[in-house]
């Protein structure tokens, strides 16, 4: 029953797949994630080095010469044409920005387009300016060059009409300048005039006149302008601006009326050595100035694009990151890739993949990426995106001895082009957690740079650097704030590469082994290059962890990056865990810290083989260090009487975790031979990178013979116990995965006749977070006779919930769907929502009215639907140990409230009992021939750890 039912998901539709409203209202928020720094691309810096300086060229030497003065329209067209065209490639950088924050566009890299606008948009302003600069001295050029030129010219036997064209004017050997009766005119500035003369001889009119401003005092002859006094002095330029003049005329009819003398038509001139070349010489430096200019351009665009390339690949580009419910982006993302690889729609699931590859979520597609691709038997695969850098990689947990390990090759059949659209070919590892390394392998690789690359990757070579940082010398530079928790875990190997921070990794050492296969076989199937395995080793040769690192990898430390969330404004459960860790995102800190600190108290306090002291361990961590969802206490009280009647064969159980019930139920059905087939989808419940998590808790517990993990989502690994177990196998099913899905997967069960008849179903969380479908569904059709038995939360006592006991009968409703009732899709979704807060937060931390509210919403909604709890579990200290036993409601009886203190929560980890035997279930008074099922133990009291 979808709670969603308005919203259908392609991927769900096309393949008939779960999850799809998940990633719906996952994907209907979104946060910005940088992406890792991608190795730089020579294509836009080549661009934008060369095309703003040919166009600042272009417009240079438009404007700077011949057809600026010949064609002035078509020179100005030209111009403004570029410039519109450019003002294109702007608009484009702009929208490209606009497309990305708007998220049509879920990743761009529009940083050089907006740096090539801008440095078009400044080459042409440049070109424009200084063209138009030279242009001023080119264009005295040009003008001269429509004059004539006259030589030998008398200036004492020539008049000015006879000379109106005259553009150079060579004057014959012995003219000079007649300073006597010089002039000037005061304007602003001075405006001074002196007679060309010939020797002494008095010209007919004086009709050549050298000029010059501000070199003459004005009110005396003493006119001091260019060349004035230099005998070589005898050419003149003709004086080309107009606005000028009119005032050296004025300043020529002041000297005709003081000197007596008559200019009839006066020409002006500067007075030259040589006139010719002087007006040849403004070219020839206008030619030069273009030359430096386009030389000075090229050095000047190339530091800009330098010093673009040096910030961008600091930023990096953004992507779009929809974020929300993990699990639901996750299958949704594997659904995609199923889509993908079945021929679905291709376009979506590339556009989904894309939007998901790269954030921090992507590790949870991989369990079910096995699962769906038939992956049973591996030790474990983990697929996982290095958090939010584009990177893919396996990891291969393999047993101790990596010889004895072996993957069929070719079972993951990953075509290339998927492994790219994972992120491949930029795989990498993450040696976060592999503190014991003491060697990388890399298979089949022998270049001595790629080995020195991985050292850089791994800081061996940083690490040897006196300034080599440690991650509090970062954080304190940065004013990080971490807490001295992640301080400790993360001091000792820290890589640049994840957390901006310089790594410390000494003593790490690098061998290149012969063949990939010696490393460990790869899990994708090798491209043409073929694909490599890094393998990392532990002090005695142990292989920790290995990883398939794509045909064109490089390890670079450019290209793995974190976000910076501080400036994200994620979806809630984001919300949460970036609280938790401002700087750093890894997924096993973020959301596997308390499995973390499971896993560490268990390999500290409990004994090999002694399942007791590993319980007790666990319990350990839920009662004094943080709430652990467990189904420990009350609960496991429950579990047991259930299993103390039905005796199973073989239990089936959604949501492993770290082990507890799991190993909890095969200490128990060992005892007759019995298996628990365990689900767990999380990947890094099921491995870990330095151990395998719930795995290692059975180990310990000496009981891998009696629990099967299986990696895998629900939805799709049931299908696997079929084939293993074949039909009607499962005696007993514990749901403690998300409970909104309950009703799904029994639906699944039922649908495939895994469960046996008279097979017994137990849940837990029913009323926190809640399964409102699924009590509706076992309290409604005739096939499940159920008890729902109030009890305490484990490690939270004031939390009450519920957990339903459902006996299963084969029947006509049996697979078939209950009446819809529309009020229960609120209390679904409200369910979720509790469920999301709780993976980040403690139960206990969302005690109270909210959670309280909601499960008095969900208790009065059901009592109107007639369905109330039936038992509860109560629970007395008798010793300095919790006693829990079942106890049955009378008609019309409410279970006691919880009042006072918890003095429970005083108690250590092992000293909880729960009392079998004693009490009637619901459904063993309907089963055929009445009494139990089969027979009880004779005597069952199960104390863990005590
Ligand atoms: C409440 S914990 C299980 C606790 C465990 N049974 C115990 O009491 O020790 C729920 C677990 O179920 C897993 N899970 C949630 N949905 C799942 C699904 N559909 N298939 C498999 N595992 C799932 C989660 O990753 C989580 O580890």
Redesign the pocket.
Known sequence: MNPYPEQQNLFAEQRGL?GGYDALQAFSKGVWLPLPKRKMNFVPLVVCSLVPWALFVLVYSLCSFQIHYSQPILCNISVFVLLAMLLIVCVKAVTSRIRIFTGIAPEREPSWWIFFAFSLLLAWFMGYRQGNQNFALASKYYDLGNLNNYTMVYPNRMLGQQLLDAGIVQFAPGSQLDIQKSMGFKNGQLYCVAPIVFGTSTPVSYDFWAVGTDCCSGNKADFSCRNYNNPQASGGIRLMDSGDRAYYRLAVQQAEATYNIKATHPLFFTWEVEPSKKVLSWLLEGHQTFAAWMVSYLVFQLFLVAVAAVVFSKIGPLVRARCGRP?GISWAATGAVMAYLNGGDQDGAREMLRQMVRTKLFNQVTGSLAARMGIRNLEAVLVRGLESSSSCYAVVNPPDDAEQFSVQEGTLLVPLEVYELLGGGQASIEMVELEEAKMVKLGGVRDEEMLQQLQVFFGTLAAQAPDAATLQDVAEEEDLDLDDEVLDYWQGYVQKSRCAMKPIWKGLTFQSSASDAEAIRPVFRPGEDGLHVVSIHGAEGRVLSCAVVGPETRLEMDQLTCAAPAELEPAEILDITIRRRPNCQSRYEDFHYKEASVLETVVREARAGDVTSVHAA?ENVGLKEVW?????GE?ACVIDNVIAKQRPKLIL??????????T?MALQVDAWGGKVV?????PV?VTSLKEVEARNHIEMAGLSHAVMVQL????D?VQMVLEKFGAHSVDMV?M???GT?FHD?LKTLERLNLMAENAVVIA??VLKPGAPYHVWRISTLPHYATDIIDLREFGSAPVEDWMTVSWVRFGPSYGQLPQEVRQLNELARESDRFRLKAMATSMKDLVGDPLDDFAKKFTDEFIQLGIRTSMYVRTDIIDGCAVSRLVRLGAGESPPVWAGEDPRDEIQGGQWRGVVGGVQFAGEALAPGGGYMREPPSRMTIAPGG
Request: proline residues 0%.
């Open positions: 779960f699990d666990i652990l969802k467990i189904a420990g609960k159980e959604f949501g492993t975790y770290v082990g507890y019930t799991s909890r365990t689900m767990e989808m999380d419940n895998g989502h629900s939805d690994a514990f403690d995965q998300r899905a997967d837990d969380n």
